[in-house]
């Protein structure tokens, strides 16, 4: 469904594309600009390529990598736009991107100083993994404990 819905969606792009670009036609006949010629040229042109991008982000995983562009844009805001911590600030962004975005699942965090709890319906496996992963790569905090929770 997630695939239909992409792939609709990326269509609704390129016809949208496609109509600005002929209410822009006439225009471009009516001045002698240059300027209106490209940006006749450039606007369906970038909608098209969004649009394809789109259907791809659904169909052939070019959406993780746009995922990937989103959390380190996130965590480029963090750090140049917010006052405090920022390591702390990224290491919480990235646990939330981990649990909301990769697990799929809800959680609690328990956070006293550096060490963190995550409350999180995971496996004792997953749980492992997912402390293992994010000990790894975080700068500040340290995950001590995943408890099981139930699922709401």
């Known amino acids: 469904m997630a695939r239909l819905f992409n792939l609709i969606i990326g269509f609704i792009i390129i016809i949208t594309g496609i109509i600005i670009a ?62 405090g911590d920022r390591e702390f600030l990224i290491d919480l962004m990235l646990i939330q991107h981990m649990l909301m975005n990769v697990y799929g699942v809800p959680y609690e965090l328990v956070i006293d100083g550096r060490e963190v709890t995550i409350k999180a319906p995971l496996s004792r496996d997953a749980g492992i993994r997912l402390m293992n992963y994010l000990n790894q790569r975080m700068n500040k905090l340290i995950i001590v404990d995943i408890e099981p929770m139930e699922e709401p």
């Open 22 to 83: 002929l209410t822009l036609y006439p225009l471009f006949f009516s001045t002698s600009n240059g300027a209106i010629f490209i940006v006749a040229i450039l606007i369906p042109l970038l909608f098209g390529i969004a649009g394809i991008g789109w259907v791809l982000g659904g169909w052939a995983g070019v959406g993780a990598a746009i995922e990937e562009l989103g959390l380190r844009f996130r965590i480029w805001l963090l750090m140049h736009l917010l006052y």
